[in-house]
Nanobody, 122 residues
Framework: QVQLEESGGGLVQAGGSLRLSCAASGSDFSSVAMGWHRQAPGKQRELVAALGSFGSTEYAYSVKGRFTISRDNAKNTVYLQMNSLKPEDTAVYYC????????????????WGQGTQVTVSS
């Protein structure tokens, strides 16, 4: 069992930056894949970034070059650094975890956080 708690969301102007954090507890953090998904009002949930236990990554095309996913296994925490934010990045961002990287990519991870709101004003 893995418990996830996100933090770091908020309101930022377009062009600004935010760093989301996701603290994990309850399992061997270093052995699981981690990811961030987001869901905007009226839209389907979509993958933002995924990070495998061996360092492989995948990003949505819309965030490549602007967002970076990373993890600190000593702190059981995964981060999403978001730069050059755009109004279209506004969404609830969800941290997720699963033993399989492919399940993170597919949006069917076993464990999910409650989400944190990110709002980007124009």
């Amino acid at each position: 069992q893995v418990q996830l708690e996100e933090s770091g969301g908020g309101l930022v102007q377009a062009g600004g930056s935010l760093r989301l954090s996701c603290a994990a507890s309850g399992s061997d953090f270093s052995s699981v894949a981690m990811g961030w998904h987001r869901q905007a009002p009226g839209k389907q949930r979509e993958l933002v970034a995924a990070l495998g236990s061996f360092g492989s990554t995948e990003y949505a095309y819309s965030v490549k070059g602007r967002f970076t996913i990373s993890r600190d296994n000593a702190k059981n925490t995964v981060y999403l650094q978001m730069n050059s934010l755009k109004p279209e990045d506004t969404a609830v961002y969800y941290c997720n975890a699963d033993p399989l990287f492919t399940r993170i990519r597919a949006g069917v991870a076993r464990y999910w956080g409650q989400g944190t709101q990110v709002t980007v004003s124009s």
